[in-house]
């Protein structure tokens, strides 16, 4: 047994919060929109829910027992974290099959190839959402309207989300005002009652779990500020602009993956900046992103490519990006 002691600089700061707490505290935050999607969906929110988090945790206990021969940190909760999250990203009636292909995406490469937990440079289950989107684009755009458990989970009715409806309008010559009354009003948004993903569609549930986050000090204001303030200024100004080419930017703000992906994803700490300055600049690099992505891009959603092309620059950020250390001399003029 070595002897030696390892001195590190201060300041030397001690936290009571560990992985498994914070983590806790991350599906605590995710269950109103958890609860939404099932009341919303029904069966089909519960199976692909399930076998999500059963995915996710399994093949991170087969990988790391089995290939890496390591001790299994499963009891951490971040695999149950991303078995959630990949989850609330899907349809509630994509095929089983389909959830576990992406559950292994998700924990096999885009976390366990890079070292596991830390080490990821992307967040897991965007990786595992984008490559289902590109490998399976029929079965993860065939959105599922809100019914509750009065339709099965394979055969539920399926319909053009908000974003979708106005997208392919615009590109078909029809008016904006004509498209907006194809869509939920404000309060079916807020509320939920409207086709899409498991977690996009309550912005109230969203809101509710990041409320618990901020209260109990897990994230912090600056990049789900940032991500949804850079939708709202830049949305808002080309509405401003032209109001019959470019919806409000309260539509923007309410639907799609928006709220979850600025509040759930983005906030991640392996994936995200580590100083608050840096964490504006990256909040805003995906507000802008997602916009221009919506916008102009071929999809009418961008939030996932968006986080994903941001987290690419999270290290240069932390490099070049960094507070004052604690005694610098200010040099003035």
Known sequence: MSNTLNISPSPHIHEKETTDKIMFGVVMALLPALLASVYFFGTGAIIVTA???????????????????KPVSINDGSALVTGLLLALNLPSNIPVLMVIIGSLVAIGVAKMTFGGLGNN????????????????????????????????????????TP?????????????????????????????????GSLGEVSALALLIGMAYLLYKKIITWHIPVSVLGSIAVFTSVLWLINPESYVNPLFHLLTGGVLLGAIFMATDYVTSPMNHKAMIIFGCGIGILTVIIRIWGAYPEGVSFAILI????????????????????????
């Open 51 to 69: 076998t999500s988090v059963i995915s996710c945790i399994t093949f991170e206990y087969l990988i790391q027992r089995f290939i890496f021969k």
């Open 121 to 160: 440079p992307f967040n897991p289950a965007l990786v595992g959402r984008v490559f289902m989107l590109i490998s399976f684009p029929v079965q993860m755009t065939s959105w599922p309207l809100p019914a509750g458990f009065k339709t099965g989970y394979i055969d539920a009715s399926t319909g053009a």
């Open 163 to 195: 974003l979708a409806i106005i997208k392919e309008g615009l590109k078909n010559g029809e008016s904006l005002s004509q498209l907006m009354e194809k869509i939920p009003s404000t309060l079916n948004m807020i509320l939920g009652k409207m086709g």
């Open 310 to 333: 941001m987290n690419a620059f999270v290290p240069l950020m932390n490099k070049y990006i960094k507070p004052k250390m604690f005694g610098e001399e200010v040099k003035n003029g």
